[in-house]
């Protein structure tokens, strides 16, 4: 009996949980060491006490609970409040079980408590963390969206407002994947991955967007995984909308078209004039003689009709598509356009490629400009002629180089660091946009513009495309 008793009593005070025993009338029976350090009262001071560490508005709680253990319900474990000697109380996990002798009765009830103080302090402490950063967020000007595992945990106002929302309720639980282009779902658990593995801002990628009523712009993202200032782990995402930019740029690019149409003129002025000559001389030989010449006359117009579709094709409006495309076509395309050009200026222009070139994902409007801009440049910077060099290379199977290559007057290194900002140019009727067109064309492609010069030896314009999809 008396090692029952030291069992017992080494039990109770090896354990890190404070441990009360009461009777059916919430009577205290005994407390461990752990208990009376929790509490601030000795064993002496609390023995024959009623639920002393109860605050008084929830003993009748404590004995309502009592009853449910003698009619056999089972309690699990549960948060309350505890009180102190001194006055104070602090937060526990308490569970109690019921006491029950040989004959089936329960005599009493053992409560163990755990003080959990620090943990609601830091629950606190991170929920207020939580309402702060949401605050903070919610006031953003920029649209920023919260989403975790894949679903949308909260939007700001302004992220709201950009896809047609009432409320951020609107958004709430929805899968991400419903706010993206249906077969990207694939790169989006990509990004988010990648995401989740870094603790800085991911560069901004565009992307086209899904609205709640199903209309789609154009907006450009970028992530961080937040982890410290909410109480679970979520990926912050930023976006901007992209509208009012690319309808600027269109303007732009427009622009640009109409200032190409207006000088590239006399080169097609030139060139329409000669079969226009050469049509003119035949139909008055044909007055005095019918036949022999209509073939020649049929070739001519042919050559009119090519050279005007080839300039309807430039002014018509830019269209944002992508298909697979042969980009020496393109560019066979380009020099033949600019051919007449070409001549007023006395140059020749020689194609190189290697043999397999493959197709590329691109928009053929927006390349074929790129390289108006480019050869004509070409053309422009020999006053005395000389050959303009194109040629085509597959680097690694993953990229393809373009080079274009003059025997111009070339550009100094202090005008090359400047080339591609707006409005700057050498030319005396020249815009300066020419260039920047090109190089926000050839990186929406995924692509890079970059530029060599020696001055009074020519110039080289290497671009670069990625092979397959953008």
């Given at each position: 009996m008396r090692l029952k008793e030291h069992l017992i009593n080494s039990l109770m005070n090896l354990t890190t949980d404070g441990i009360v025993v009461v009777d059916v009338t919430g009577t205290v029976l005994e407390v461990n060491k752990k208990f009376e350090e929790l509490h601030g009262w000795t064993r002496e001071e609390v023995i024959g006490k009623v639920l002393p560490m109860t605050p008084d508005h929830y003993k009748e709680d404590a004995f309502k609970l009592y009853q449910?253990?003698?009619?056999?319900?089972?309690?699990?474990?549960?948060?309350a409040i505890k009180l102190r000697k001194d006055g104070s109380t602090f937060y526990a996990n308490v569970t109690v079980s019921p006491v029950i002798d040989n004959e089936g009765i329960v005599i009493g009830f053992v409560g163990v408590e755990r003080d959990i103080s620090e943990k609601k302090r830091v629950e606190e402490e991170l929920l207020e963390r939580e309402k702060q950063f949401r605050r903070l967020i919610k006031l953003n000007p920029e649209p920023i969206v919260l989403h975790n595992d894949g679903y949308v945990q909260f939007v700001n106002d302004a992220c709201c407002r950009l896809f047609g929302g009432a409320t951020s309720e609107d958004f709430h639980g929805k899968p991400i994947y419903d706010f993206f282009c249906p077969n990207e779902k694939g790169i989006v658990v990509e990004h988010i991955q990648q995401v989740m593995q870094s603790d800085s801002y991911t560069e901004f990628k565009e992307k086209k967007l899904r609205k709640l009523d199903?209309?789609?712009?154009?907006?450009?993202?970028?992530?961080?995984?937040?982890?410290?200032?909410?109480?679970?782990?979520?990926?912050?995402?930023?976006?901007?909308?992209?509208?009012?930019?690319?309808?600027?740029?269109?303007?732009?690019?427009?622009?640009?078209?109409?200032?190409?149409?207006?000088?590239?003129?006399?080169?097609?002025a030139h060139d329409i004039r000669n079969p226009l000559t050469s049509l003119k001389g035949f139909v008055h030989l044909l007055k005095a003689k019918n036949a022999d010449y209509v073939d020649v006359m049929m070739e001519?117009?042919?050559?009119?009709?090519?050279?005007?579709?080839?300039?309807?094709?430039?002014?018509?409006?830019?269209?944002?598509?992508?298909?697979?495309?042969?980009?020496?076509?393109?560019?066979?395309?380009?020099?033949?356009?600019?051919?007449?050009?070409?001549?007023?200026?006395?140059?020749?222009?020689?194609?190189?490629?290697?043999?397999?070139?493959?197709?590329i994902y691109c928009n053929p409007d927006q390349i074929k400009q790129v390289f108006i801009n480019v050869i004509k440049n070409a053309v422009e910077s020999m006053a005395n002629g000389g050959l303009i060099q194109i040629s085509f290379r597959n680097r690694l199977k993953q990229w393809l180089v373009i080079c274009v290559e003059d025997q111009g007057v070339g550009i100094s290194e202090d005008r090359l660091s400047k080339l591609g900002e707006p409005f700057y140019t050498s030319k005396d009727n020249g815009t300066g946009l020419g260039l920047m067109v090109c190089k926000h064309i050839i990186e929406g492609h995924g692509g890079r513009l970059s530029i060599k010069s020696i001055l009074n030896h020519g110039t080289t314009v290497e671009i670069e495309l990625p092979l397959g999809r953008k």
């Amino acid at each position: 009996m008396r090692l029952k008793e030291h069992l017992i009593n080494s039990l109770m005070n090896l354990t890190t949980d404070g441990i009360v025993v009461v009777d059916v009338t919430g009577t205290v029976l005994e407390v461990n060491k752990k208990f009376e350090e929790l509490h601030g009262w000795t064993r002496e001071e609390v023995i024959g006490k009623v639920l002393p560490m109860t605050p008084d508005h929830y003993k009748e709680d404590a004995f309502k609970l009592y009853q449910s253990l003698i009619n056999g319900e089972q309690i699990k474990n549960f948060e309350a409040i505890k009180l102190r000697k001194d006055g104070s109380t602090f937060y526990a996990n308490v569970t109690v079980s019921p006491v029950i002798d040989n004959e089936g009765i329960v005599i009493g009830f053992v409560g163990v408590e755990r003080d959990i103080s620090e943990k609601k302090r830091v629950e606190e402490e991170l929920l207020e963390r939580e309402k702060q950063f949401r605050r903070l967020i919610k006031l953003n000007p920029e649209p920023i969206v919260l989403h975790n595992d894949g679903y949308v945990q909260f939007v700001n106002d302004a992220c709201c407002r950009l896809f047609g929302g009432a409320t951020s309720e609107d958004f709430h639980g929805k899968p991400i994947y419903d706010f993206f282009c249906p077969n990207e779902k694939g790169i989006v658990v990509e990004h988010i991955q990648q995401v989740m593995q870094s603790d800085s801002y991911t560069e901004f990628k565009e992307k086209k967007l899904r609205k709640l009523d199903g209309t789609f712009f154009d907006a450009e993202i970028s992530s961080i995984y937040v982890h410290k200032n909410m109480g679970f782990p979520v990926v912050q995402t930023v976006i901007r909308d992209l509208t009012e930019r690319k309808k600027s740029e269109e303007a732009l690019i427009r622009s640009e078209k109409l200032s190409l149409i207006g000088q590239l003129a006399a080169g097609i002025a030139h060139d329409i004039r000669n079969p226009l000559t050469s049509l003119k001389g035949f139909v008055h030989l044909l007055k005095a003689k019918n036949a022999d010449y209509v073939d020649v006359m049929m070739e001519e117009l042919e050559h009119i009709n090519y050279v005007v579709n080839e300039f309807m094709t430039l002014a018509k409006p830019h269209l944002n598509y992508y298909i697979e495309s042969k980009i020496q076509e393109l560019v066979q395309s380009v020099v033949g356009f600019l051919q007449p050009h070409a001549h007023l200026y006395n140059v020749q222009i020689e194609i190189d490629m290697d043999q397999e070139i493959p197709t590329i994902y691109c928009n053929p409007d927006q390349i074929k400009q790129v390289f108006i801009n480019v050869i004509k440049n070409a053309v422009e910077s020999m006053a005395n002629g000389g050959l303009i060099q194109i040629s085509f290379r597959n680097r690694l199977k993953q990229w393809l180089v373009i080079c274009v290559e003059d025997q111009g007057v070339g550009i100094s290194e202090d005008r090359l660091s400047k080339l591609g900002e707006p409005f700057y140019t050498s030319k005396d009727n020249g815009t300066g946009l020419g260039l920047m067109v090109c190089k926000h064309i050839i990186e929406g492609h995924g692509g890079r513009l970059s530029i060599k010069s020696i001055l009074n030896h020519g110039t080289t314009v290497e671009i670069e495309l990625p092979l397959g999809r953008k």
